[in-house]
């Protein structure tokens, strides 16, 4: 079993910043990628950022030079640093990892943590 903890979701004025941990625990043997998602109100959930294993990434348009992925590999953590956010940035965001667990690759995801940006 692999769990998945987010943290660090809030409140922020447009044009804040905010920092999403996501922290994996359980039978991991290895992480590859890492992602993260979000779902605003109504609508579906969508694509936000990546990160190989190696530190490639890649990003949403809506949020390139905006928002950063990163990784702690001997923490089994994944990061999303937000800056500039804007009232449209609103959403559950939810951490995806990919993991071998010895026995399988398994997709985890987090249980989301919300964001919301005023105006």
């Known amino acids: 079993q692999v769990q998945l903890v987010e943290s660090g979701g809030g409140l922020v004025q447009a044009g804040g910043s905010l920092r999403l941990s996501c922290a994996a625990s359980?039978?991991?043997?290895?992480?590859?990628?890492m992602d993260w998602y979000r779902q605003a109100p109504g609508k579906q959930r969508e694509f936000v950022a990546h990160i190989t294993s190696g530190g490639s990434t890649n990003y949403a348009d809506s949020v390139k030079d905006r928002f950063t992925i990163s990784r702690d590999n001997a923490k089994n953590t994944v990061y999303l640093q937000m800056n500039s956010l804007k009232p449209e940035d609103t959403a559950v965001y939810y951490c995806k990892v990919n993991v071998y667990t010895n026995v399988a690759t398994v997709d985890a995801w987090g249980q989301g943590t919300q964001v919301t940006v005023s105006s």
């Open positions: 359980g039978r991991i043997s290895s992480i590859n990628a």
